[in-house]
């Protein structure tokens, strides 16, 4: 079953920005198409700046939450998880400055009535919906997070704030942590979730959404120490970014200027992904002082200093903070993996993902749908099912179903043809060479195992 030759060079490169979104146009389709992801409330008409993740995509989704939670608490001793809460009382977000400060610049459009953040618009003289001139309103602060009520009656007493960052609850919890973990500084809680925030202008697909999920860590450190944790956490972060198979040129860590700085914050560096529209956060890297755990403890009344015995004193951890965005790392992952090349006269379109991030690390196609061999393809399934996620699929030619799980980024193929009753041997194909080896059932799992994760 030759595939080759290759007789092109990719088609599609994101080492420049793609001002067509020609790239981004492709993405789209084959998310919508390969069930990766799916705007939300399709069959009423799609609901603006919402969409859920297909059986694709939720695996996608799952192996980028997966591989950030190994490399920041599975294989640390000096960081452990936790899942807060979803919502928190108005006190919370008085504590963290939220309540006051988490505004965007709101402006509205008199002639046409759309709204827009006055800081994101490229001419502040002219609407871009209608091309008017000087038809804005006076900018107003406008909060970004979302208000509910808790209990039958509404009410200020009764008002609540769904989460527009994960981080308070890591804080809120710290003296928790400190007392049932047994950790000491430097020690970091991480944890991942939902968190929500009222966008003016949400867009570019899922990279600026109502609705997101976070991956963040805050590690607490001696207060002498916060310089020097800062810059491993900058490097860590872009590491694990390499290390899963973005490109080197597609990446960069970008230090906030000096009046972009949060007013807590000493240093800030935002890990910058190159999407078709340019260079976008996918996580930002901060030395947050002892802000947090001080203004908390001030509005609580909770002593949420640490005693160094060594020092014999109390003092109150300085927070380095990486946060990064998890459909956000996903979009960027898809972006970077996409690639074309021209296959036998035909356009061979591959997401070329790490096996980590991969929906499926294996695909096993039986040739046919015969009786003689669907037994043996179910064999093979279950040998290899307990230890990765396999697709299973016996409709379609041969051809296309490779295909398919080209476009998945499914990195092996396993076919059982009719030879596969004679030598108990099966076909493995590899999605980026599409080289295929013969391989005896019996080898099977130690030949994976030796390619896969």
Known sequence: MPERPVTALPLVSMNAADPTNTLMDKIVNLCKRRGVIFQSADIYGGFRSTYDYGPIGSLILRNVKDAWWKTMVQVRHDIVGIDAAILSPPAVWEASG????????????????????????????????????NSFTEARAFNLMFKTHAGPVEGSGHDVYLRPETAQGMFTNFKLVLETSRKKPPFGIAQIGKSF?????????????????????EFFVPPEQAEEWYQYWCEQRMKWYIDLGI????LRLRPHDQDELSHYSSGTSDVEFLFPWGWGE???IANRGDYDLRQHSEHSGEKLTYFDPDLGEHYFPHVIEPAAGATRSMMAFLLAAYDEETVNDGVRTVLRFDPHIAPYK?????????DTITPIAHQVFDLVKERWMVDYDETQNIGKRYRRQDELGTPYCVT???????DQSVTVRDRDSMKQDRVGIDRLVDYLSERLP
């Open 197 to 217: 925030r009222n966008e003016i202008t949400p867009g570019n697909f899922v990279f600026r959404t109502r609705e997101f999920e976070q991956m963040e860590m």
């Open 282 to 284: 996918l996580e930002g």
């Open 247 to 250: 490109p080197e040129d597609q």
């Open 416 to 422: 059982i043809d009719f030879e596969t009753l004679e």
């Open 362 to 370: 294996i695909a096993i196609l039986p040739l046919s749908k015969k």
């Open 98 to 133: 939220h309540l006051e400060n988490f505004t965007d610049p709101l402006v509205d459009c008199k002639e046409c009535n759309e709204r827009f953040r006055e800081d994101q618009l490229d001419d502040p003289l002219s609407c871009p919906a209608c091309g008017a001139k």
